[in-house]
């Protein structure tokens, strides 16, 4: 049998950094289903009551945030404030619109039909399929540092995606590391006047919605159910994003 030395591991782990999350977004698909939308903890924002039934259809999800990488991959440049983070950190100082070249770009690059989720995707996925989970893969405050990064351990700066446990779909960092765009406006309004099949506030606003806390977020605003939102042309070093996919 062949013995490995020293620089052989080395050379294998340098070539497993390169590689990192490859040049193109990895999917898992989501089974759509019926959840309990919003607070359901009873700790949250007015903005996430009432707590109300939503469904959604099957559809895919990034495994992971969109990098730095597979940015640069299709635009050709990149504006992240860390990026000495390196290519397999999130990529950040995104605005939505430029989310939607993004996409435009990738989808004619690749044949893929990649979208931003939609809230009620995202919160669906992040819960780990609609369970009662009050961050991406646990409900105890004592195992959040094993599943996020966020102002309680992240030194104050994003770092590479997957590096935590993922939560029970197998997805990585829906809570913590930077704020995820989703496609819907938001309102301030709570959850009253929504539909219960794949709802989406109108575009009757002037702010597209974020979700999941970042790595400077307190554990409260890092909830799967913490609404955040964002002016769809602003940037900043907290917010990225991952791509959906639709199953049809």
Not at 43 to 65: I, M, Q, R, T
Not at 113 to 133: C, F, I, Q
Not at 175 to 190: A, I, L, Q, T
Not at 198 to 215: A, H, M
Request: glycine share 10%.
């Amino acid at each position: 049998m062949q013995k490995f030395s020293l620089w052989n591991l080395v050379i294998v782990f340098l070539m497993m950094s390169i590689i990192g999350c490859g040049d193109k977004p990895e999917l898992v698909f989501v089974k759509g289903g019926c959840f309990q939308m919003g607070d359901t903890f009873g700790s949250g924002e007015n903005d996430e009551k009432p707590v109300h039934e939503v469904c959604v259809d099957d559809f895919y999800l990034g495994k992971y945030e969109v990098t730095q990488g597979q940015w640069k991959k299709v635009m050709g440049s990149n504006h992240s404030y860390f990026k000495d983070c390196g290519d397999d950190c999130p990529v950040e100082w995104v605005s939505w619109n430029d989310i939607q070249e993004f996409i435009s770009k990738a989808n004619s690059q690749s044949g893929k039909k990649y979208r931003l989720p939609t809230a009620a995707e995202w919160e669906y996925a992040a819960s780990s399929g609609g369970k009662k989970e009050k961050w991406a893969g646990t409900s105890d405050e004592k195992e959040l540092g094993d599943y996020i990064w966020y102002i309680g351990n992240s030194l104050s700066k994003t770092h590479p995606v997957g590096q935590k446990k993922p939560n029970g779909l197998g997805i990585y960092d829906m809570s913590g590391n930077v704020w995820e765009w989703c496609s819907d406006w938001y309102s301030e309004k709570n959850y009253s006047d929504l539909t219960r099949n794949d709802p989406q506030w109108p575009s009757n606003s002037y702010s597209r919605v974020l979700r999941g806390g970042s790595w400077a977020s307190f554990a409260q605003d890092s909830r799967v159910a913490d609404r955040g939102r964002g002016l769809p042309d602003s940037r900043g070093d907290m917010v990225g994003f991952r791509v959906a996919v639709s199953s049809r």
